[in-house]
């Protein structure tokens, strides 16, 4: 495909079996759409998870769950917090466009809609996903801008005397030469901080189309690249790990273990587990659902009403990934959740985005709680 042609637009399409509508599915490849089909609410979360689509029309009734219960699954999820989701429904009146709308869907059509409405539809739908995007895209910037700005001033001014302090020593120690390398090295990452000053200051005038991963600008030198290590902080997080299988907590330690970033603990029960945290006080708590004695539905339940708890956030181990349990477990407040097997790569990012989203709640709500 040429590179100056627009990219196919791919939409799920998630109807029961009996309900389907595929002359609407016709309709949207006929309009160079690429459509892919699911029969249920379980089926269409495990394709989103192998690929997200541009946009997703959903039916108000499916087999394992309503509809409604599937836009606030999908809502859940960070990566599709801004997907355009479409709903059709038997009834389109005020209340059930209000109960729609609180699900999470983006419209509410009628489940007879024609297949040039919904196009119509569709395209509004992403083109306005689309400008969000934008939004957030500048948003960030600026806030790019800012922060570089803010280091960038206050570096200079100790900058400068830390350099002046280090001459001074050179001179004063010219008789002592085993002293010197030590006011060199001084000197040595005093240019340091200035080189980064200096991309700091350029960051500033980064125009909105500007490449987050852009080496150049937002990266040192690859001689003196920074290792994964030193963007963690200076203690490492503390994960729990709660279940009851053996295998399953060592390969979950051995993962984050890797990293350099995480200190594990683990129990292999529920009991256990709540001693643990209340003693610790992890900053992110693993948690296994099928445990004998004390199911981990219970230990969050737990946590939750603890005063001392309720805010260390709880992640999901979990075989199932119907919508059914994915709405039970999100209102007992888990922040996320991991299906088995789950991927050794993505956990430790995983872990980490969620405690590092958490850290950034709690910042902006302690000016409102004074």
Known sequence: M?????PIPMVLMVF????????????????????????????ALTRMRRRVPDAVVCAEGLPDSSGHEFCEVVRRVPEWQALPLLMLGARVDAAALERALEAGADELLPACCDAGELLIRLRWAIRRAESRARGLAFERLQAVRLAA??????????????SMCAEHLQDQLQPHQEARP????????????RALTARMKAAETAETGLDFEEPELLELPAEEAVSPDG????????????????DIRAVVRSALHRTKQFHVREA??????????????????????GMPGMSGEEVCAKMRSDPELKRIPVVILTGMCGVQEMVRLFGLGVEGYLVKPFHIADLAQRVLQIIQRMEWLRTLRAPLAR
């Open 2 to 6: 040429p590179d100056d042609l627009p």
């Open 16 to 43: 029961p079996p009996e309900g389907g509508r595929p002359e609407l599915a016709k309709s949207l490849e006929a309009a160079s759409w690429r459509v892919i089909q699911a029969d249920s609410a379980s089926g």
């Open 149 to 162: 700005s803010t280091m960038a001033h206050h570096l200079s001014v100790p900058t400068s005397f830390i």
């Open 182 to 193: 030590l006011a060199q090295q001084i000197e040595q990452q005093v240019a340091r901080i």
């Open 231 to 246: 963007l963690a902080r200076s203690e490492p997080y503390r994960v729990l790990v709660v279940d009851d299988e053996r």
């Open 268 to 289: 292999g029960g529920g009991v256990e587990a709540l001693e643990l945290a209340r003693r610790e006080r992890p900053d992110l708590v693993l948690l296994d659902l």
